[in-house]
Structures are given as C-alpha cells and as structure tokens.
C-alpha cells in the first residue's frame, strides 16, 4: 500500500499550521475537532482565527515562518500558496523528524488527509493516495447516505458497557457472539427512534439473561472462484465465523472477505497431493463446534453438488451440532456462464446431467449408453485425470466423434481459461494445452455457442481446435 492508514490522537498535542487563508482554515477545523493545539503563523489571518484565539483554541504568531517553531510539534501542515515557503518549511520538517502534510503537493507529503465519514466514535476514512480525489468524494458521498446516524450513539452505548460485558463474559468469542446478538436485537430500532434510556435498558437486558453460546456449523457454498458470485447470506456467515475450514477451491479473493480475526484451516483434496483426508475434517468440524465456536465450512461450488457437503452433516447429526446450509453458484452453472455456454438450449440440449469422474468406492462405472445419447449436456466434474476413459466410453456408447467439448480451467477467475474442440480430440487437447486443475468438461452441442455467446473475452483465453468450416478456411 502507498500509505499506512492509522488514527492519530491530538488530543492536547502541539500542531504547528503555516498559513492563515482559506486552505489553512478548512485544515484548521479538522485538527480543532480531533482536539489538537493550534499553532498558526502567518503574517494575515482570516476571522475565524482570530475568534479562535479569542476562545483560547489557537495560537497565533503574526510574521515569517522560522525552524525553531518546529520544535516540540508533533505535526506541520504547510497551507500557504507560496510554494517556496512550502516547501522551505518541508525541509526543515524533514530535518526535525516531525510529519508534514503540504496541502496540493504530494511530493512534500509525509502523511495525508483522508475523506473522512463521522459517526463518532465510529469513524471511516478514505484515501486514494492522491490519485483521485474526485472519486473519494463520490464514494464518501455515498457511503454517508448509507450509513445511519445511530451508529455514533450504539458505539458509545456498547462501549459503556465494554467492562460489564468483559467481566460477565470472560472468552473472546463468546463477548463477539453476545455484542453480535445485540446489533440485531431492539437496541439498534430504540436508538433509532432516540429512545436512548429503553436501548440502554434492553442491553442491560440481554447481559443479564445471556447464555453462552453453543457451537453451530455453517455449510457454505462459495460459488466456482468469483467473489461477486458469493450470496448474501454466505458473506454474513463468513464474517460472523469464529473459524473458517475451506477447501483448496475457493479463491483467495473469497477468503480475503472472510472476518480479519477468524481462524483460517486448509483442509483441501487435490489429486495427486497431500490431502487431509475426509475422516479428519468431519472430526475437526465435531471438536470446533463442541467447543463452542462458530464453524464455516466454506467449499467451492454448491455444497450438495460433489461438495460432499450431505457427508459432514451426518456426522454432525449424533452430536446435536446446530448447523445451516447456505447454497452456491455450482461451478457447472458459473463456469459454463462465464464461458458462453448454455446447458440447455431448445435447438441443441432438452437435458443436462452434472457428472464426477471419479470412480465410485466399488469401482462401478456410469451407465455409458445414457450419458452417450445425443442432444443433451454432460458436465463433468474431477474429470481430466480420466479424460481418455471418459472419451472412450462415450465413443463406445455411441456419442459422435465430431461432438463439441469444452474444457473450462479456472472458471469464472480473472485467468479462466475455455479451450475448445471435438470428442475424439478431449484427452489430446488436456495434454497438449496442459490443463491443470480445477477444470470441467463441458461435452455436447450447446458447446457450439460458445463462439457466438461468450462475453468473458477479456479474461479469458480462448483457444478453438474444433474443425473450421471450409469458407473460414478459404478466407
């Protein structure tokens, strides 16, 4: 990051401002209100600094700037439009050690001033480094339209009650459970309607008649890598998580969305690795939810659809663990989307079936002569180790050589990759371009869209080995 964002406290601290004009003033009241002590040399002031002094908030030095009053400040600001005084009073800071801020001069900027959202004690500040202001504002207009008014008055209102809480409720997670049960309780709608007394006494309440907490599992399905693909109600999971076990699937860009405090385990499968395997995981997810904690189990894709998601739950059943399951965006959806493929199309596919290439614990094979029938999509999920299989079988049970297929690797990502050709070319095409995983087979006419529909072109690269027609050919 270009700037290390912090929250200072002036509060009685010494704050030296060059300049007395209009720059200077609108710095000047941000510094008044974090409660600094003003210092302000200029050789002209404008009105409201001479009330200022008046009022004992500020003093003022009428003349030139010298080094010397830079001594025992803890911040300058240079708000003059004399740049060589700006940047005189620049170098003597950076001698001295002490932060300067030049106004409209980045390059003579040890720290800046953010857009700044008031709530207090709640507070939001943006910053785009310098770059674009404009935008800063937009979106500091934005967020204060979304923000309510009583949020002030609920942070000091839970913050009065901070040592309370800590003295009843002696573990970490089980004070963030309780102050989360608050902020969706009548405390928030009574500091709505300014019934500061009846929220203080419902909190009051709530201490009183808390319980602590048991354990609860969230099955959460995390969509096939875009964050935007997540839903509402899996990004409120993730961030109510004490603890969040997710599989190698699921994109940093979604983990990153994941509250900043909560646990973080890997408990990914991945052919060909080191994986930790199923047995551990469903008795990880027992211990964590017995010892009270929030779990979310974050897969990629739909957790009912080969997330094996039916599996965890019962194992947690015997153990009375509470548990949620939150759908996804299953990669055969997002994936196919993203690429420019239908699943079903009245003209090409009347039906489609999401199929693993895993092999079943017994050995046994799909039924080939179904899913070799024609006008319909196969999805294949865990399939490019068994791609050659895969292509045979379908052969064999009659589905046509010259079959579209796709081959979608990190679908829906900013590196998704959609290769296209035939049947007969599936396992050839895997090798040759090198495909890694997580990739899906997309095997059926609704492939020969693809071309027409995709939108993702940017992002994604597209390689088609299929036959070209022969007026492409003679061009």
Known sequence: MQYFPMF???????????????????????????????????HEFLDDFLQWQAQGKAQLVQGDFQDSQLDDVWLVIAATDDDALNARVHQAALARKVWINTVDQQDKCEFIFPSIIDRSPIQIAISSGGAAPVLVRRLREQLEALLPQYLGPLARLVGK????????????????????????????????????????????????AHQPSHGEVFIVGAGPGDPELLTLKALQLMQQADVVVYDYLVSQPILDLVRRDAELICVGKKAGAHSVAQEDTNALLIKLALDGKKVCRLKGGDPFIFGRGAEEIEV?????????????ITAAAGCAAYAGIPLTHRDHAQAVQFVTG?????????????????????????????????????????????????????????????????????????????????ALLVIGEVVSLQAKLAWYGQNAHTHNHSKRPALLEQI
């Not at 200077?24 to 200029?42: P, T």
């Not at 947690?316 to 996804?328: D, Y």
């Open 8 to 42: 200072a406290d002036l509060h009685g601290k010494p704050v030296l401002l060059v300049g007395g004009g209009h720059v200077a003033l609108r710095k000047a009241r941000s510094l008044l209100s974090a409660g600094a002590l003003l210092h302000v040399v200029s």
């Open 161 to 208: 009650y901070r040592q309370k809480v800590q003295e009843k409720l002696d573990n970490f997670a089980e004070r963030r459970q309780f102050y989360e049960k608050v902020f969706n309780s009548n405390v928030v709608s009574l500091l709505q309607r300014e019934q500061h007394d009846d929220a203080e006494t419902a909190l009051q309440a709530q201490l009183d």
């Open 316 to 328: 947690l059943l015997p153990h009375n663990i509470q548990f949620q399951v939150v759908p996804g």
């Open 358 to 438: 895993h092999c079943q614990k017994d050995g046994k094979e799909p039924d080939w002569q179904s899913l070799g029938r024609p006008n319909q999509t196969l999805v294949i999920y865990m399939g490019l180790m068994k791609s050659a299989h895969i292509q045979q079988r379908l052969l064999d049970a009659g589905r046509a050589a010259d079959t579209p297929v796709a081959i979608l690797e990190n679908g829906t990502r900013p590196e998704q990759r959609v290769i296209t050709g035939t049947l007969e070319q599936l396992a050839q095409l895997i090798e040759s371009q090198q495909v890694q995983s997580p």
